[in-house]
């Protein structure tokens, strides 16, 4: 049964990875060849390993929480980490389909308090889970910054 839940959080975050890859996609070779790149700007080619990677650790340490004994607090992560893919979902949606870059750095902001609130409450469940996290939010760190870069410039 257990793998049963693992098999769910991975099929749930790859399916807002697949929503999000799909818009990033269309519009790469169009709207987004078009921006003024910020100079920090890593190479198109490598957002798609990095990304994947960290739809797993999430799935993961989803799944870690999950199997712990219910608690306000596991309950409490969970559903910060629902909000927070959420939230990733729509960045995707408001950047890339809707070309909202001022929009978009002002909703990965919330996303990068949500995914700190989110492994804050994972780590009262499962450092190993909220050690899983700490990778996503290392980028989204990042991806905050080349987003305000983006908006700057173009």
């Given at each position: 049964?257990?793998?049963?839940?693992?098999?769910?959080?991975?099929?749930?975050?790859?399916?807002v990875a697949g929503a999000g890859g799909a818009w990033t996609?269309?519009?790469?070779?169009?709207?987004?060849?078009?921006?003024?790149?910020?100079?920090?700007?890593?190479?198109?080619?490598i957002f798609g390993p990095v990304w994947s990677l960290l739809?797993?650790?999430?799935?993961?340490?989803?799944?870690?929480?999950?199997?712990?004994?219910?608690?306000?607090?596991?309950?409490?992560?969970?559903?910060l980490f629902l909000v927070q893919l959420a939230l990733n979902?729509?960045?995707?949606?408001?950047?890339?389909?809707?070309?909202?870059?001022?929009?978009?750095?002002?909703?990965?902001?919330?996303?990068?308090?949500?995914?700190?609130?989110?492994?804050?409450?994972?780590?009262?469940?499962?450092?190993?889970?909220?050690?899983?996290?700490?990778?996503?939010?290392?980028?989204?760190?990042?991806?905050?910054?080349?987003?305000?870069?983006?908006?700057?410039?173009?």
């Amino acid at each position: 049964m257990r793998w049963i839940g693992l098999l769910f959080w991975v099929m749930l975050c790859f399916a807002v990875a697949g929503a999000g890859g799909a818009w990033t996609a269309q519009e790469i070779p169009g709207w987004y060849r078009t921006l003024v790149r910020p100079s920090i700007a890593p190479p198109n080619w490598i957002f798609g390993p990095v990304w994947s990677l960290l739809y797993a650790l999430m799935a993961v340490a989803a799944w870690q929480v999950w199997q712990a004994a219910p608690s306000p607090l596991r309950t409490w992560g969970l559903a910060l980490f629902l909000v927070q893919l959420a939230l990733n979902f729509a960045w995707s949606l408001i950047f890339f389909k809707m070309h909202a870059l001022g929009a978009a750095f002002a909703e990965v902001l919330v996303l990068w308090l949500a995914i700190g609130a989110t492994t804050l409450f994972f780590a009262r469940v499962s450092p190993v889970a909220a050690w899983m996290m700490a990778p996503y939010l290392a980028w989204v760190s990042f991806a905050s910054v080349l987003n305000g870069a983006f908006w700057r410039l173009n």
